[in-house]
Structures are given as structure tokens and as C-alpha cells.
């Protein structure tokens, strides 16, 4: 009883002092956190900035943003929220890059951590057993040990610097670590590698009782699974290890065009089956839908520049829904004829319409960066910063023509105004005790609807579109989860879920027991 009695003060203590920290916001506008090194903020600004992100249409103030400088600085602001007990109503989310949809990454009256400002001391890079073998087996491979507000992009140029690279990517690289492996990270590489959450040999985690933990696969595995893919909801990745490979200096960019959606997809599907045992014959592997468009080289996605611009010039979609099957080679200079004859071969497989054949090379860094580009000329014009009602849907395999015939055919008119990815990959590569749900098949799509919408007008348009998709999907029955998804309601998460639930219920109520943690996903409520 005494001892409980002395815990009882401390608590009191901590509680009192935190409360105060907060009711001195009006008289100051940053207030520092002893001894970890970070500051809150809580001018109009930081708050603002906190509120706003990537799909610009949710933006809900923080009452503070936490500035972290140590995983301590992180730890402290949790366990003092612990403390606090269910009858306070603040929450915690980290912030990664904000580049979430629908205001993921939000606190509404809480804290936002801003988790690019945690200083680690660097990244550390580790050269493995032997960085020239193919070894499969993860425990040789070398690795990148990063903060989990490490931007990708960032990652990539350090780790260039070891001629190392990360396996797994997202198609655009200023995300965090955090962001995507909170999600899954899926790219033209995952048929091959997984995801980036497939990727990941370690974690450093700050559960929602302010708990600092070491996981892995085998030391706190339940952690470690719960987090990948986890919604944010079990922790906060502090630091990760990223597994690392052989970087190449240069890439063969493919792209080829198919009017019959079964001869694209046979393709496709045929490429990532060769994925075993590192003979596969491209190193990544895309596709994306062209509805009624025409010129089509000025309009393609990016900034891929084909070697023929007059041939890619003259061809004209005539109206037709068309598919883009994008192929990537990694090679270095000296290799090349060897590259150019293997791939060569394995194009004279595939069914693409003759003379659309589009070839470009480019550096490893150009391809991987290649949104940005992107970014930046739709920044110069003002169409950055715009709502992004973006839909991404994972497909079994056994329903993706199904789909494919009433979205492509019925419901988009046209993909002017953002691109359409869609491509297969392997659910082998996934691991089933992560959080993240996928369709039960071996082989599942990404279809990515990435529209930008300017005015209210265009986002309902948009919104609607999104809604009589996801209509058509439930009334067919066809298997389809939401990836990166949003729901406003519990039942739907749980049906999202499915037999997947309980076990995020249970996760959820030993690691984040109070509800505290991102609170943008609208899972759970905390408990008051
Ligand atoms: P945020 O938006 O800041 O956070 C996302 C969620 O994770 C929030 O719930 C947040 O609370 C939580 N979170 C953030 N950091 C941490 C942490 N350290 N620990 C625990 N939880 C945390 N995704 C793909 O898979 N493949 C793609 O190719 C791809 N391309 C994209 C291209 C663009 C232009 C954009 C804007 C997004 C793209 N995404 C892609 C989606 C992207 O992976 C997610 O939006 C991701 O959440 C963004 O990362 P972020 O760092 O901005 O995270």
C-alpha cells in the first residue's frame, strides 16, 4: 500500500507539472522540454502546419507540437499523457512528412509530434558479412540503422555513398520512414522484395504508455508485427534497420502499350511469377490505365523522356482506354551488353501493341527520385498543394477484370486529372502477422486512382467517382481492401479488418491501452 501510495504522488507530480507546462501556452509561444533537448510549440504557425496535410480536405489544430531531439523527449510526452489517465482527453500523433490523405496524422486538442526534428545520432550504415554476395538470407545483408522521421530520399543518398541501397521503395521518396512502414510502402519493386514493411529487420518503439522497446522478429515479435502496417495505433517507430542490397548506377526504363486489359495483365502477372531466387527479368515492375486521352507524350505521367521522342510523338490513343505496362532494369555501364541482350529477350515475350515499344535510360537516382520532378513543375504552376482525393485499393487477382470493366469502362470517363497505377504482386512476400490487411489470393493488384481536384465542384466530382467504386466493390463482393484506407466508422474498420480484428483489438489493448495514439485514423476513441 505505501509503495503504491508513493507511486500515487509521483504520478500527482508528473500530472501537475504537465498541466502547467500546458495552461503556460497563452504566455508562450515554444516552451523547452528538460533534459531531452526538444521544445513544444505552440504558435499559430507550428499549429497550422500541423493541421494540413498531403490530401489538403482535413485539417483539425493540435493544442501543441512537440518537438523532439531524443527518443527520451518522445517517451517523456507519452508517459506523461499515460499518466494523465483516461480522464484527460489529449491524444498523441506523430507526424512524419504529412503526406497522409485525410488527416492520418492529426491530434484534434493534442500533440503532434514532428518526427523529422528527432536527432539519432546519424545514420548507420552497416556493410554486412559480404556486400557483393546474393546471399538471401537477411541476417548477412547489410543494413541502414535511421530515425524514424528519416526522410527516404535522404536515406538513398547516404547509403549511395557504401554503393548500398534500400530493396523496397514508394514511387515518390519524401516520406518518412515512419509514414510508409506505418503503412506498408508498396512500389514496382514489392513483387520482388515485399514492401518496405517486408524490409525492415528491426525497430525501436515507443508504445502508448511511454514505453521505450526493442523489436524484431524474434525479440517482441508481437510488437514488432503489430507496428508494420499498424496505423500508427501500437507505438511510435523511433528508429528502424532497413535492409540494404548492390546498388546499380543506372536504369533501363521501359514503358509498352496493350489495348486488351488480358493481355496486359497476362504480362504483368507472367513477369512477377519469375521473382524467385533472384532471376527475375526486370527489377520493377508498374503499369498505369489511359482513358480517353490524346497526345498522349506531353500528358504521360513523370518525367520519362523516351529515346524516340518522334515515334512516342506520333502515336495516338484515338480514344481508346489503353495500358501501360513500366518495366525497370538496374545495370551499371560496364554490364550493358549483357543487360541490353537479356532484355531484349524478355521484351520479345510480351504481347504490347507493336511500335510502342518507349525506351529510356536514366540513373538509379533520377528513376527512384522521379516524382519529385514531378512535384516540382506541378509546385511552379500552383498544383501541388491542391486536394488530393486519392483511392488505393488492393484487388485480388481472380476479380481485377471484373473490376477493371465497370471502373475503367463505366465509371472513369478520364484519367486527366492524375494518374491510374495498377499492377500485381505477390502476397508471399508479405508477412501475414503484420497489421496490414490484404486480400486472401497469392497474386492481388494495386490500382492507385490519384486525382488532384481544384474547387469544391471538382472534389465532390472526384468523392463521388471514389464512392460509387467502393459501391460497386461491396454490392460485388469482390474481395477488395482499402489500402491507405479511411473510414468514419468502427463497424467499418471492422469489416475492413476482418478476421484480423479481434487480434488489432487485443494489440491495441496491451500496447496503447488509453487510445492516445493517432487519433486521425478514427479506429479507436480514447477512453473517457
Ligand atoms: P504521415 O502522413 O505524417 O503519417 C502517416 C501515419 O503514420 C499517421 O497515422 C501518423 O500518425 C503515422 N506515423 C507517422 N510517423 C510515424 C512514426 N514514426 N511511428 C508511428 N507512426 C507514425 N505509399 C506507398 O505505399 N507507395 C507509394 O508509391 C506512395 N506514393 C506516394 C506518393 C505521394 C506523392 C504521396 C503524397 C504519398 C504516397 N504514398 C505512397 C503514401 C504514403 O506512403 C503515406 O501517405 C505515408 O503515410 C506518408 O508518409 P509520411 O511520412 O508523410 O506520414
Known amino acids: 500500500l505505501r509503495s503504491f ?4 504522488l ?13 495552461s503556460s501556452i497563452t504566455s508562450s509561444s515554444s516552451s523547452s522540454l528538460g533534459g531531452g533537448g526538444g521544445h513544444f510549440s505552440f504558435d ?8 494540413r496535410d498531403f490530401g489538403n480536405r482535413f485539417q483539425y489544430q493540435p493544442m501543441a507540437v512537440m518537438n523532439p531531439e531524443s527518443v527520451s ?6 508517459k506523461h499523457v499515460w499518466l494523465m489517465g483516461p480522464s484527460s482527453h489529449l491524444t498523441v500523433a506523430a507526424r512524419g512528412h504529412g503526406h497522409s490523405l485525410q488527416g492520418q496524422a492529426q491530434a484534434p486538442n493534442g500533440i503532434v509530434i514532428n518526427m523529422e526534428s528527432l536527432k539519432l545520432p546519424g545514420m548507420q550504415v552497416h556493410l554486412g558479412r559480404d556486400s557483393d554476395s546474393d546471399s538471401d538470407s537477411d541476417s548477412d545483408s547489410p543494413y541502414v540503422d535511421v530515425s524514424g522521421g528519416e526522410l527516404w530520399i535522404n536515406i538513398l543518398h547516404e547509403t549511395l555513398r557504401f554503393g548500398l541501397t534500400p530493396r523496397s521503395w514508394t514511387d515518390y521518396l519524401h516520406l518518412t520512414v515512419g509514414g510508409t512502414l506505418s503503412n506498408a510502402g508498396v512500389s514496382g519493386q514489392a513483387f520482388r522484395h515485399g514492401p518496405q514493411i517486408s524490409n525492415v529487420q ?16 524474434d525479440e517482441n515479435g508481437e510488437l514488432f508485427h503489430s507496428v508494420l502496417g499498424g496505423l500508427g495505433q501500437f507505438g511510435i517507430i523511433t528508429r528502424a534497420r532497413i535492409l540494404l542490397e548492390p546498388a546499380p548506377s543506372m536504369v533501363k526504363w521501359i514503358r509498352v502499350l496493350y489495348s486488351d486489359f488480358t493481355a496486359f495483365t497476362s504480362d504483368q502477372e507472367r513477369l512477377i511469377s519469375s521473382s524467385e531466387n533472384d532471376d527475375a527479368a526486370f527489377d520493377y515492375i508498374e503499369g498505369f490505365v489511359i482513358i480517353n486521352r490524346t497526345g498522349l507524350l506531353n500528358n504521360w505521367r513523370s518525367t520519362f523522356n523516351p529515346q524516340d521522342p518522334i515515334q512516342a510523338s506520333q502515336f495516338k490513343s484515338d480514344g481508346r482506354t489503353l495500358f501501360c505496362l513500366e518495366l525497370a532494369k538496374y545495370f ?8 541490353n541482350e537479356e532484355v531484349e529477350e524478355h521484351l520479345s515475350y510480351l504481347h504490347y501493341i507493336e511500335s510502342t515499344l518507349f525506351l529510356t535510360e536514366v540513373t538509379y537516382v533520377e528513376f527512384l527520385d522521379r516524382v519529385h520532378v514531378s512535384e516540382l513543375k506541378l509546385r511552379s504552376k500552383g498544383l501541388w498543394d491542391v486536394p488530393h482525393p486519392w483511392l488505393n485499393l488492393f484487388i485480388p487477382r481472380s476479380n481485377i477484370h471484373k473490376f477493371a470493366q465497370e471502373v475503367f469502362g463505366n465509371i472513369l470517363t478520364e484519367t486527366s486529372n492524375g494518374p491510374v497505377l495498377i499492377y500485381p504482386v505477390n502476397k508471399s512476400k508479405w508477412d501475414n502477422r503484420s497489421s496490414v490487411v490484404t486480400p486472401e489470393e497469392e497474386v492481388f493488384y494495386l490500382v492507385g486512382i490519384l486525382a488532384s481536384a481544384v474547387g469544391r465542384e471538382g472534389i465532390e466530382e472526384v468523392v463521388g467517382q471514389n464512392r460509387r467504386i467502393l459501391e460497386y466493390c461491396e454490392r460485388s463482393n469482390l474481395g477488395v481492401k482499402q489500402y491507405l484506407p479511411h473510414y468514419n466508422t468502427q463497424e467499418e474498420w471492422k469489416a475492413h479488418f476482418g478476421p484480423k480484428w479481434e487480434s488489432f483489438l487485443q494489440r491495441k489493448s496491451v500496447y496503447d491501452p488509453l487510445a492516445i495514439l493517432a487519433p486521425g485514423q478514427r479506429i479507436f476513441q480514447k477512453a473517457i
Do not use: H
Open 5 to 8: 501510495s508513493i507511486l500515487f
Open 10 to 22: 509521483t504520478c500527482v507530480t508528473i500530472v501537475t507539472r504537465f498541466d502547467w507546462c500546458f
Open 44 to 51: 499559430e504557425t507550428s499549429l497550422r502546419n500541423a493541421a
Open 73 to 78: 523527449d518522445i517517451a517523456n510526452t507519452i
Open 202 to 217: 528491426k525497430l525501436e518503439i515507443v508504445t502508448g504508455t511511454g514505453q521505450v522497446v526493442n523489436c524484431s522478429k
Open 332 to 339: 551499371n555501364p560496364q554490364d550493358i551488353d549483357v543487360v
